[in-house]
DNA sequence: GGTTACCTTTGGATCGTTCCAATTACCCAG
DNA sequence: CTGGGTAATTGGAACGATCCAAAGGTAACC
């Protein structure tokens, strides 16, 4: 149990600086890089910084500068890898500029997402990327984030309108356009009767595609029974569990665009239970396009969105914003592209 | 590698001082609950905080405490759904405690890892969470966190041996007692001839549950071919692609053990394409039981971890360490339960 | 020699908090 | 009126870095 230096105990500026005769100024001059000072000088500094093993404080240079190396990242659902690459594409941006993340996950619960909220600004993030939890409220956000802290909001829109809500900058995935895709693509299958499966109508993004659903089958001249519109929290248990309630009303569905993979992936296991079986006697189609669409069975149409590239993107409108706060907020819709696979069947 | 990012004027506890007239030392007795301060005092400075909107600053207050407020959590691989579970259960546990995470995903690089923990550890956390990298090395990991930072390993061992490696405390899945139960499952189906399929010989948890198939193979006294082994990264995708290669040998197997869900997945949808389907004229089993198993099709043998559980109970180790650092190192292997689905179909 | 210029180095104040010893105010016993 | 105890408050010095104005040393120039 031999440490080198005694538990607690941090080598800084002031032990290098003694270890070899010059000033704390000068070993900081050193540290970052500075042209000021003599060759000779900072050699025998950087030899001295090896030999302590020193370990810079950026807390205590933020503190001193007033600046912040760390962005919030405050997610709705960690566990959905949809998240999950677009974490670690925010993860990957934000590194290469220096800056780390301070991860939330706020499992689609309100107060959950107040109480990190609030916990994460107290570690002074130079901004924050939020894809919020479902039916959260824009002011519940800016009175836990304040409004001094730039916003990046990804994926949802946030509930009621505030002054300041105007100023975040948004990224957000062309949902509309998307299921409207989709829907036009299964209606070109052949089928009449179609669903729309999932999600709840107090997520914005939710609204969006099932109004692109809507606006597709009123394209198409073909009505809608309101039984056909299904809610469920997105995951893929909760969708599972909902399957049955598609083939309650009279007149059941031929198809279901499905409001997103998870939910899609949960709807074909229910089928399953219920005797039917997706791409042969039921068409369905997804959104996201996260890595198991492609290797379900049946393989998932759906709607590509690139969630890694979302996240770089996100951490790129972040970054850009840090450069110049006074920018105006901007919109970004993402766009979305249909990848058509095996679940997306013809009429029978 | 710099980044700074100007912040707002913010407001301190002096400007609260003033706002109220009472000292600054008073207003952080008053934000720190302590009994010392007067009542009617205590209910005036509550006041001025709320009407200025103030927020804590931690950095300042961790600076001069000489404590840390945050973890870091360092992930060879987020966009997996069994690591996102994991970090979930996580930052669940951290944040109850008042800490905040620190998030830095590897993808299975030794050189990103050494960069992403060097990074991290200059903004001073209380500890690390490592699940590491395939074949990174203790010595670089050493070299990057130095030795008075805690450190809970997961999931795997790193290469190499060091005295202070020695004091880490681990956190690992009972992994030869998995796939040895898993083979033995299969051989109680009929399948005499097994596979073991993906993963990579330099990861210490591969070996292990490659160590676990060759015990329940040769305890049932059946061979084993070179040809059944098929190396392959841990991804869907890769293992999709390596399928192929377990058909090649002259005794081809009727059955895989996979080194985890997504290499089964990934097997199950190569299989597809092999002409084959798993579940029916080949028997596969995975290891982690990612919240897909159970819903893939055809649902998928596997065992069971319980990922967001050994999230929590990472945070824990790293909480207890944290608690008492003189405590010597602990090792906990966590159970692993066999989880019967139809993706384990008796030899036809 | 004195002035100017440049290159390098430095002490002290500062960021927003906490700690500590000291101070004030007040009440009550002697 | 004094002394001592309790309760509440406070100024100033930290924490580990950066900033800034100023200083020391050399060299060149008139």
Redesign the pocket.
Known sequence: MESQTPVGR?????DI?AGC??????V??V??GS????????SRVEEELRRQG????RA??N????TSSSIALVLNELANPFFGEFAAGVDETLGEAGFVTLLGNTSESGARQRAVLSSLVEHGPGGIILSPAEGSEARDVLAAVGSHTPVVLFNRELGGTLPEYAHWDRLMLDNQRGTCLATEHLIAQGHRKIAFFGGHDDASSTRERHAGYLQAMQAAGLAVAPHWRIQSTPTRMAAARAAPALFEGETTPTAAVCYNDAVALGLMLGLHHCGRQAGRDFAVTGFDDIAEASMSMPSLTTLSTAPRLRGRQAAHLLLARLRDPLAPASTTIAPVELVVRESSCSLS
Chains 1, 2 share one sequence.
């Open positions: 941090k080598i800084t500026l002031n600086a005769g010059v000033s704390r100024a000068t900081s001059l540290l970052r042209p000021l000072v003599n060759k000779l000088t900072r020193y370990v810079y404080n205590a240079a503190l001193r500068r007033r």
